[in-house]
């Protein structure tokens, strides 16, 4: 069925424009796409390679990315656009795209309009100065996680491995939902697991023809990425990842020829949901000889978490998150960048939203480490309690400062909402999705710990790789108590892990071996599985607790 999409006409002189404002970029040329009848319209479109790559929840219906305008015969709207769109929008019909399906019969193209943001081009080819890499043998170092993408291009002959370029760029599957579980319900059809390895191996030739453009050769890959992410990328079945009892097909430590592209090596993939982004990552910390015991913990879409003991034994947990913790979800959530507020103040003059460029205007969202922020802050202030539910504004507990604050709560379209500077809301859904990241993660180091007999206070260094891991204050994380109490002085930010580890197999490739017979030793811990796994989690649906 035909999708025929058009950007959104630009506003007319008077509609917000200012006399000295710099002209409005060139009109997208509109785009036209086959989605099979039936399709979710989110996926048909952004999965597409015609769009620009999008971070969408998946279908949850609150991050609003995947607005579009019908222009005739809009759908009657649904209740969850009715919680996104005001009327006066419903009314000139805009809906969510991953609330509608692709209809069964359309003698007429589907006639829809997008912002036109959505029609930037996709990623180009690294941009490099001609030459600059003249005859330098390259080794290409990939961390493909399920929201980004990081590479770095090291130089062979450089006894050190010197960096000659490196970016990032946002996952191209992101359209698919911001979870591995939602890809892997993509990939789980051959024709979908061809999409998406698709998308990912066109992103991954770009930089290899950007770097042989500057005049590089690129010999060599090393792709670190979770078990689901890796399985997606080398199109191979992903059936043993779907359904209990997860199983892994083959365990990684091995170098795969692909067409159109450099020989690339997979880390070991030591379980279903720990894969080679971790495997990456200890190798690493071992080579930096990190004192053990050590954890090693990503939190992302899913929560990895490998313990190294003093014996040198390996145990390994996981834990699914959801995307919150990317910026995806929350009603406000955005991935850190200009205008996104990353951090919050309270002081006599009201609360304070800060982005990282010194912007103050109104602000594009809240990354996850200023949701944690924002939720520390209230816990302080106690305008949020233990169970994550907002205080009575009028209640006699609360400092004034604090009940100037608690006054700025409303409820609009069936939702409890705190307002913020800069335009942005906290929604009480928000914090309970947190509250849920909150307590999955603290139980899977808890029983982690728990299982290798080793107490919170002899733990030599919890070490957070990542995004989040860099930026987040340990305090931040232990008064929220996704960390025991006493753990936040050993937290160590250790960075993009994956793609050091990347970066250090694909220059020393005889360092696999040694981590492959790590890994096969490791100790999985099923925590899904575990009877009391329910009730303890329960029982730290509590911030502080």
């Known amino acids: 069925m035909k999708v025929r999409l058009s950007p959104l006409p630009a506003p007319a002189d008077g509609d917000g424009a200012t006399p000295d404002a710099p002209p409005a970029p060139p009109c997208p040329t509109p785009v036209e796409l086959d989605v099979p009848a039936g399709e979710s319209l989110s996926r048909g479109l952004w999965l597409s390679g015609r769009l620009r790559p999008l971070p969408l929840c998946g279908g949850l219906g609150r ?38 399906q692709m209809p069964e019969a359309c003698a007429t193209p589907l006639e829809l309009e997008l912002p036109r943001e959505d029609f930037r081009p996709k990623a180009a080819a690294p941009r490099l100065a001609p030459g600059r890499l003249a005859g330098r043998e390259l080794a290409l170092a990939v961390d493909l996680g399920t929201t980004s993408v990081y590479w770095r291009a090291l130089d062979v002959a450089a006894g050190s491995g010197a960096t000659a370029a490196e970016g990032h760029f946002l996952n191209p599957q992101a359209g698919a939902g911001a979870d591995v579980m939602s890809r892997l319900a993509v990939a789980r059809a051959p024709q979908g697991r061809a999409r998406l390895a698709g998308l990912v191996r066109e992103a991954v030739r770009r930089i290899v023809d950007g770097l042989r453009a500057s005049g590089g050769v690129v010999t060599r890959v090393c792709l670190a990425a979770n078990t689901a992410m890796t399985d997606i990328f080398l199109n191979r079945d992903v059936e043993g990842l779907c359904a209990a009892p997860y199983r892994v097909a083959h365990a990684g430590h091995e170098t795969i020829l692909l067409p159109d592209l450099p020989p690339v090596y997979i880390p070991p993939l030591p379980a279903p949901f720990v894969g080679g982004d971790v495997s990456a990552g200890l190798a690493v910390l071992l080579a930096a000889r990190t004192p053990r015991p050590f954890v090693l913990a990503d939190l992302g879409t899913n929560g990895e978490l490998a313990l190294v003991t003093k014996q040198g034994e390996l145990l390994l947990a996981s834990v699914p998150l959801g995307p919150a913790l990317e910026g995806i979800g929350p009603e406000c959530g955005q991935l850190a960048g200009p205008d996104v507020v990353t951090d919050f103040s309270l002081s006599p003059a009201g609360l304070a939203a800060r982005s ?62 705190l307002s913020l500077p800069r335009g942005l809301w906290l929604a009480a859904a928000d914090v309970e999705e947190l509250l849920k990241v909150k307590a999955a993660f603290a139980l899977a180091l808890d029983m982690l710990l728990a299982s290798a007999g080793v107490s919170p206070r002899h733990v030599a260094a919890l070490c957070l790789a990542g995004t989040l891991g860099g930026h987040i204050r340990p305090d931040i994380l232990e008064r929220l108590a996704f960390v025991p109490a006493g753990l936040g002085s050993r937290i160590r930010a250790v960075g993009n892990a994956s793609l050091d580890g990347a970066a250090l197999l694909a220059l020393h490739q005889k360092k696999g071996a040694a981590l492959a017979r790590l890994c096969a030793a490791a100790r999985v811990l099923p925590l899904v599985e575990d009877p009391d796994f329910h009730h303890a989690y329960l029982r730290r649906m509590r911030f502080g607790v």
């Not at 607005?67 to 019909?93: C, D, Y």
């Not at 816990?379 to 400062?401: C, I, T």
């Open 63 to 100: 991050c609003g990315r995947c607005r579009l305008r019908f222009t005739r015969a809009a759908p009657p709207p649904l209740p969850a656009e009715e919680m996104v769109f005001s009327s006066r929008e419903l009314e000139a019909g805009w809906r969510l795209a991953c609330r509608r």
């Open 356 to 417: 990282p460029d010194g912007s103050s205007g109104p602000a594009r969202g809240i990354s996850a480490t200023g949701y944690l922020a924002l939720l520390d802050l209230l816990l302080q202030w106690g305008l949020l309690d233990a169970s994550g539910l907002f205080a009575d504004a009028s209640s006699p507990s609360l400092v004034p400062l604090a009940r100037k604050l608690a006054a700025g709560l409303r409820k609009e379209r069936g939702r409890t909402l």
